[in-house]
């Protein structure tokens, strides 16, 4: 337990420092559809590589989300006060909830230049309120329970 601690703490610092994983990500997959809308040229080269990424990132994503709630189920039952670990849990649950609901939202391909300045502003934007309070409360949290599992358990 201690160890999926210290790999989740790795990637809440991670995220915390530098706002969102897969940025880089992010930014390629917005320049591809913007220069699909402006039709420009896409090499079938640049094409595949961003497919290949999309399901590494998938599966990354995942697995980590995956890794993420067995790891906050188990630690119910290492938590000396059972509160935070519940609060993480429903957090967690209710964000996933809610992205999805905003993603079902979502227009797809931009169909104007105002929808292209829309999305060029999201794709280089570093973070959101919502993603650093989330970010910082994680890092929070897998510290205190770094600190349960090596001083109360």
Known sequence: MIFLTVILLT???YNVVTGKLFKSFIVQAGEYQIKEFRKEEIKDEETIKLVIKLV?????????LTLTIVYLCFALSYDPFVYPSLAMLSLYILNIIVSLIRSKKLKGAPKSEDDVRKLQSKIYRKRTFKSTVI???GLAYYLYMFAALVFLV
């Open 11 to 13: 990637v809440a610092i």
């Open 56 to 64: 590494f990132v998938l599966l990354a994503t995942l697995s980590l």
């Open 135 to 137: 970010g910082v409360v």
